[in-house]
Nanobody, 121 residues
Framework: QVQLVESGGGLVQAGGSLRLSCAASGSGFNVKVMAWYRQAPGKERELVALLTSSGDTNYADSVKGRFTISRDNAPKTMWMEMNSLDPEDTAVYYC???????????????WGRGTQVTVSS
């Protein structure tokens, strides 16, 4: 059973920084895609940043140049460095892994429970 555990959220003043992490437990799988999503109150969940197994990245326009997604070599752990935070970045941040079990062609989505990021003005 794969589980994703996030950490690193919190309260920060505008202009500050936070680093989120997401770690996968379990074994016997490859992580094909790692991503961060966020959902602000009253808004739909949106993609913030994505990192593929080949190293390609994609960022929402609103965070380009401020957020950086990275991973370890396993890869089982993902981070997102968030700089120059703005109150508009306030949301619950969710990590998402697309995982393929060894010997299977199927891919499965796994989600963390979310971590709150609050940016005060």
């Amino acid at each position: 059973q794969v589980q994703l555990v996030e950490s690193g959220g919190g309260l920060v003043q505008a202009g500050g920084s936070l680093r989120l992490s997401c770690a996968a437990s379990g074994s016997g799988f490859n992580v094909k895609v790692m991503a961060w999503y966020r959902q602000a109150p009253g808004k739909e969940r949106e993609l913030v940043a994505l990192l593929t197994s080949s190293g390609d990245t994609n960022y929402a326009d609103s965070v380009k140049g401020r957020f950086t997604i990275s991973r370890d070599n396993a890869p089982k752990t993902m981070w997102m460095e968030m700089n120059s935070l703005d109150p508009e970045d306030t949301a619950v941040y969710y990590c998402n892994f697309v995982i393929q079990q060894y010997g299977s062609r199927n891919k499965w989505d796994y989600w963390g429970r979310g971590t709150q990021v609050t940016v005060s003005s």
